[in-house]
């Protein structure tokens, strides 16, 4: 099974539609999450923390399930501008050691 | 724009040939990181530096040599590199190594061995 595993889509999704990518994990250890955001041929750029209690910042949402070992990103109201692969980062208890999931690709149609 | 510089953009590179990979960055960080990005696959953790020294090495062939001779400046030492090596390396910074730090990444750079 691997570290990290993320549906790497595309999802083609309309303007204004919600959308929502999970991420799972394998080590039941991990203690920090993270959600990325890469627009083709950039650099990854962090989009937001995972907190336990879930949080919120603007129209994304983001969610952590560490009983079944999964984070979710909610997207409400998609922009064209939100088009990009998102990664999912998981971070373990160990050292400096931080997972990359292999990335969801969305695509927000007019 | 980000506080992490990288050069150059593009490289291509013959097998035999020997460059080297420059990241610099001004955020006041003290760690710094390799990553390798290949087509399909999730980014892969080459090296890390803590503070000037070199905390991780994952497994990475020798032809890959890293050197961070400040905590502002990390390069990647290319030599005798194989097709296979083609891919978009990217360094990122943090400011420590905790669990909760988050990465900042430079534009990266693409590479093409030919």
């Known amino acids: 099974r691997k570290e990290v595993e993320q549906d790497p889509g595309p999802f083609n999704v309309p303007e204004g539609a919600t959308v929502a990518f999970n991420c799972t994990y394998s080590?039941?250890?991990?203690?920090?999450f993270f959600w990325y955001r890469q627009d083709c041929r950039k650099e990854p750029k962090l989009l937001m923390s995972?907190?336990?209690s879930g949080n919120e910042d603007g129209r994304f949402t983001a969610q952590l399930n560490r009983a079944s070992q999964y984070i979710s990103l909610l997207i409400r109201d998609s922009k064209l501008s939100d088009s990009a692969t998102y990664l999912c980062?998981?971070?373990?208890?160990?050292?400096?050691?931080?997972?990359f999931g292999i990335g969801t690709k969305l695509q927000v149609i007019p | 724009e980000t506080g992490v510089t990288q050069t150059p953009r593009h490289l291509v590179m013959g097998m035999t040939n020997k460059k080297s990979l420059k990241c610099e960055q001004h955020?006041?960080?003290?760690?710094m990181y390799w990553y390798k990005q290949s087509a399909k696959k999730p980014l892969e953790l080459m090296f890390v530096?803590?503070?000037?020294?070199?905390?991780e090495n994952n497994s990475v062939p020798s032809r890959f040599s890293p050197e961070c001779p400040n905590s502002s400046h990390l390069f990647l030492h290319l030599h005798t590199l194989q097709p296979e090596d083609s891919a978009l390396y990217l360094c990122?910074?943090?400011?420590?190594?905790?669990?909760?730090?988050?990465?900042?990444f430079g534009s990266g750079t693409q590479l093409s061995v030919l």
């Open positions: 980062v998981v971070r373990p208890g160990g050292y400096q050691k931080v997972t």
């Open positions: 080590n039941s250890a991990s203690q920090s």
């Open positions: 955020l006041g960080h003290n760690a």
């Open positions: 530096y803590s503070l000037e020294e070199r905390v």
């Open positions: 990122a910074s943090s400011q420590g190594t905790g669990v909760n730090e988050k990465l900042f």
């Open positions: 995972v907190y336990s």
